[in-house]
């Protein structure tokens, strides 16, 4: 329920909701590659879908990378202009993640029925000790809607003449709390607006402006980007639209 004190803003503020899905992300006890799950679920690290004709990713020292996110669209609540169907995954490497050494990879609905990648000998258990998750987890969703978000630069409405930070400074304390809970952002999700520790680097980009959010992993209790920081996908629409994760990218902050 919006707070009193947006009330007189709400027709306007409609305007600016997103749907979005909502990730929840179950810990799991199995160690990564000793993954119990099914190889096409929806899942932070563990073993991963991949076609046996397909390069599988490497990073830039030609180390292979470790498989951080999973998801299968079909287990997915469809959202506009995302994939019904199909695999997109998120590789990191091993040693240089922190440097955004990572590759955002789509397997379609006809790669899926394609012989699968079985041995994974190339990995071993020590490669997952300095990953931002460090558990294997698996993943169900929710579909919800975005109110905003005080972070996303593409949440650019004005309270009158207000930006979000100074009509937040004319509240009370207590309208505050308010305020942050009904614009959050936070959490695992597909879509949406996006929440940041720090700033959201398409508003120092013209190309990178109206890029949409694909993918944000948030803290947990296993799961962190350096500092309390958040792993983000972002990609153009139209390339959304065409499929072609290939222009998608990978940013993370902390603080």
């Known amino acids: 329920m919006i707070p009193d004190f947006l009330k007189e803003y709400e027709a306007d503020l409609k305007k600016?909701?997103?749907?979005?899905?909502r990730i929840k992300a179950k810990s799991r006890k199995e160690l990564p590659?000793?993954?119990?799950?099914?190889?096409?679920e929806s899942k932070f690290l563990g073993i991963p879908f991949f076609p046996r004709d397909k390069e599988y990713p490497k990073d830039r020292t030609g180390q292979p990378m470790v498989m951080t996110a999973q998801l299968n669209f079909e287990q997915i609540p469809f959202l506009q202009d995302f994939p019904k169907s199909g695999i997109l995954q998120l590789f990191i490497s091993k040693t240089d993640w922190y440097d955004d050494d990572a590759k955002v990879i789509y397997h379609s609905e006809e790669e899926l029925r394609k012989p699968t990648l079985s041995d994974f000998s190339f990995l071993s258990n020590d490669d997952y000790d300095d990953m931002p998750i460090i558990k294997l987890h698996q993943l169900t969703f929710k579909k919800g809607v975005d109110k905003g978000g005080s972070e996303d630069s593409q949440f650019d409405y004005l309270f009158?003449?207000?930006?979000?930070?100074?009509?937040?400074?004319?509240?009370?304390?207590?309208q505050q709390v308010k305020l942050g809970k009904y614009f959050d952002a936070s959490g695992h999700k597909i879509g949406g607006y996006a929440d940041f520790t720090q700033s959201d680097p398409r508003d120092y980009s013209s190309e990178r402006k109206e890029d949409i959010q694909v993918l944000q992993?948030?803290?947990?209790?296993?799961?962190?980007?350096?500092d309390s920081g958040l792993?983000?996908?972002?990609?153009?629409?139209?390339?959304?639209?065409?499929?072609?994760?290939?222009?998608?990218?990978?940013?993370?902050?902390?603080?």
């Open 16 to 21: 600016y909701e997103r749907k979005f899905v």
């Open 217 to 226: 992993i948030d803290v947990d209790d296993h799961i962190m980007f350096g």
């Open 160 to 174: 009158g003449q207000d930006d979000y930070w100074d009509f937040s400074e004319s509240l009370t304390e207590e």
């Open 231 to 255: 792993g983000h996908i972002f990609i153009a629409k139209e390339n959304l639209i065409e499929r072609n994760f290939s222009k998608a990218y990978f940013y993370w902050d902390c603080c």
């Open 33 to 40: 590659l000793e993954d119990k799950l099914d190889v096409k």
